[in-house]
């Protein structure tokens, strides 16, 4: 039988095409915001380490509000990633006899439970 | 008691290898009842107004998985989804994403069924052969819990055309093809993980997937292949960091 | 069929992904929004001697690194697959630009953190 000829369509924008696709890809637009605030954490470990005045040029640079609107962002995203992680979080363990809505609300609860800790911990650690 | 009859527009993907550089549209108003699923408006295309549209059916009650189509750009078997949901908007109709188009609404099927299917063995490898004078294999209804519903695949390909991974890289052996594998995995009657993980644990395995998870989504039998790749990639993992211990590498 | 080394970046894309789920969003409110602007939490609870007090304690310095490089870990991974989302070509370059960065990131913060000291 000769070749039939087919034709390919272009993968191009493909995940502009469906709401399931931009939601999934704002899931995975959170990586380089944390990868962004994990650079700048570590430049405030270098300056700390490298002494006072470089230190407080971070810190002021910190306050900037640009860099607060910033982390106000990357707060948003990580909300957002804390919800999508623990939604997808069934799909990586074996079969339980757990329904998977039962293993998101744990995780989200765990994820409350941690960040009022952490709060807590800075409200005593300053007060 | 009377309907009164409603007319509901298919837009159609059409492309014909012989004549065609690209496809093109072309819309048909078709009269329909509630009834109607989408595979009886194309069949009354093709009966009564245009009898050159090419697409695949058979049984009409989605357990062949011959149907399957871009249902406006959400993968569907044509037979399981009805005009009246869509109405009074167009309902568009393309071949299944991510495959080349033949004819029409008919994709080339060859690399699932000649390469995915065949490299994930999807047959029961047993430890030792048994004659059939030492009698069947036994299993427990709880044995098989552990994979039946991964049983449950018609081969419609609507994961496949829901799976950028496979659009962007064919190599990936994709979401049903993984599923298969481990329902084979799973199967207390059968001692062939070791070899299928020799595919699962590449690249084109489970590493393939980056959890979209629209699989699992568009899944018209509840396979969930997206739970099956995932959770092979903690066993994967786990096996890689571990085969350096036991003697034959992991199971 | 070779075998993937994607278990290695996954592993540390899993322990990044589950340690941010858990924390980040009270982590980055807490560094980028309250300390700097004295909401909720004192203006000075950052200062330099307040830090450095911190960060020369042994579980601060473990849990400072843990931060900062397995957030790079997770983001690096999900970065190079969004590159291949958006049509970029990704191959060994990018791998060793991205996960290179993040082997650096971890490095230095392991250095600054010894550098800071007890």
């Known amino acids: 039988m000769s070749q039939v000829r087919t034709y390919t369509r272009p993968m191009a924008g493909w995940w502009r095409k469906n709401p399931y696709f931009v939601k999934y890809m704002i899931r995975e637009a959170s990586a380089p915001l944390f990868y962004a605030y994990a650079l700048w954490l570590l ?71 941690c960040c009022a800790a952490l709060f807590a911990f800075a409200w005593w650690a300053t007060r | 008691m009377t309907e009164s009859v409603r007319t509901i527009a298919i837009e159609c993907l059409r492309y014909n290898p012989e004549t065609d550089e690209a496809p093109h549209y072309q819309t048909y108003d078709v009269p329909f009842t509630d009834d109607m699923s989408v595979l009886e408006g194309l069949q009354y295309i093709k009966d009564e107004l245009d009898g050159s549209l090419t697409f695949r059916w058979s049984c009409r009650m989605a357990i062949c998985g011959s149907c399957g189509s871009m249902v406006n750009g959400v993968p569907q078997l044509s037979c399981h989804t009805f005009l009246r949901n869509y109405y009074p908007g167009k309902v568009r109709i393309e071949p299944l994403n991510h495959f080349p188009i033949l004819r029409d609404l008919a994709i080339d099927q060859t690399d699932f069924v000649r390469n995915k299917l065949p490299a994930i063995k999807p047959y029961l490898i047993a430890k030792e052969d048994k004659t059939l004078a030492q009698g069947e294999f036994l299993q427990t209804p709880g044995e098989m819990h552990k994979y039946y519903h991964y049983s449950e ?99 | ?53 911190f960060a020369h304690n042994g579980f601060a310095k473990l849990a400072l690194l843990a931060v900062v490089s397995l957030f790079l870990w997770h983001g690096g991974l999900r970065m190079y697959h969004s590159l291949h989302h958006l049509g970029f070509h990704t191959g060994a370059g990018s791998k060793l630009v991205i996960h290179g960065i993040s082997l650096l990131g971890t490095v230095a913060a392991a250095w600054a953190l010894l550098t800071i000291g007890f």
């Not at chain 1, 470089?54 to 106000?72: E, G, V």
């Not at chain 2, 298969?180 to 070899?195: I, K, P, T, V």
């Not at chain 3, 278990?7 to 969003?25: C, K, N, Q, T, Y």
């Open chain 1, 43 to 113: 430049a405030g470990l270098v300056a700390l380490a490298r002494g006072e005045a470089a230190y407080n040029t971070w810190r002021s640079a910190s306050s900037h509000p640009l860099s607060i609107l910033l982390h106000a962002v990357v707060v948003v995203f990580a909300i957002y990633h804390t919800w999508t992680w623990f939604r997808v979080l069934p799909k990586t363990t074996p079969d339980i006899d757990v329904q998977p809505r039962v293993l998101v609300a744990a995780g989200v609860a765990v994820a409350v439970v």
């Open chain 2, 153 to 251: 695949c018609i081969n419609c390909l609507l994961c496949y055309a829901a799976c950028p991974q496979y659009g962007l890289n064919p190599e990936f052996a994709g979401p049903a093809a993984i599923a298969l594998m481990h329902r084979y995995n799973a199967d207390s009657r059968d001692a062939g993980r070791a070899e299928r993980m020799q595919l699962g644990n590449s690249d084109e395995g489970v590493w393939g997937c980056t959890l979209v998870g629209y699989c699992s989504e568009v899944c018209p039998k509840g396979v969930d292949p997206a739970h099956a790749i995932n959770q092979n990639k903690v066993a994967s993992t786990v096996d890689y960091f571990l085969r350096f211990l036991t003697p034959h590498g992991g199971k």
């Open chain 3, 1 to 53: 069929m070779k075998r993937s080394n994607a278990p290695v970046f996954w592993a540390l894309f899993g322990a990044g992904g589950m340690l941010s789920a858990l924390i980040a969003p009270m982590l980055v409110f807490i560094t980028g929004i309250a300390v700097p602007t004295g909401f909720l939490l004192p203006a000075d609870a950052m200062s330099y001697e307040r830090m450095l007090r």
